[in-house]
């Protein structure tokens, strides 16, 4: 599956961007949709995650009550609305594809996603 991240731009320290990915090819219901993001010098981090079966999600302590992931099934879109955005938000987001055969618990470490956009750069200046 192909997927195309959008929605970055600059944004002043408390402002909002909804962030889109676009799959192109079946999702399988058993399969999850993360966002991480990664800062200059800094580890890839896993934002939130979202079963495509039922919705469920995950998300870091740093962005819960100011982010929020949700999926479109009839356009086969992964949004990430995020609020509260604060200068240490800033970072290339990337949108990626966990393969499961069956359901299986919220994983955060990106070597068990295989598939991944070409990321959208969030600023938040302060």
């Known amino acids: 599956v192909q997927l195309q991240a959008f929605g970055g731009g600059l944004v002043q320290a408390g402002g909002s961007l909804r962030l889109s990915c676009a799959a192109s090819?079946?999702?399988?219901?058993?399969?999850?949709i993360g966002w991480f993001r990664q800062a200059p010098g800094q580890e890839r981090e896993n934002v939130a995650t979202i079963t495509w079966r039922n919705g469920k999600t995950y998300y870091v302590d740093s962005v819960k009550g100011r982010f929020a992931i949700s999926r479109d099934s009839a356009k086969n879109t992964v949004n990430l609305q995020m609020n509260g955005l604060k200068p240490e938000d800033t970072a290339l987001y990337y949108c990626?594809?966990?393969?499961?055969?069956?359901?299986?618990?919220?994983?955060?470490?990106?070597?068990?996603?295989?598939?991944w956009g070409q990321g959208t750069l969030v600023t938040v200046s302060s």
């Open positions: 990626a594809v966990r393969r499961l055969s069956n359901p299986a618990p919220f994983s955060t470490f990106a070597y068990t996603y295989t598939d």
């Open positions: 090819g079946d999702i399988l219901s058993s399969w999850h």
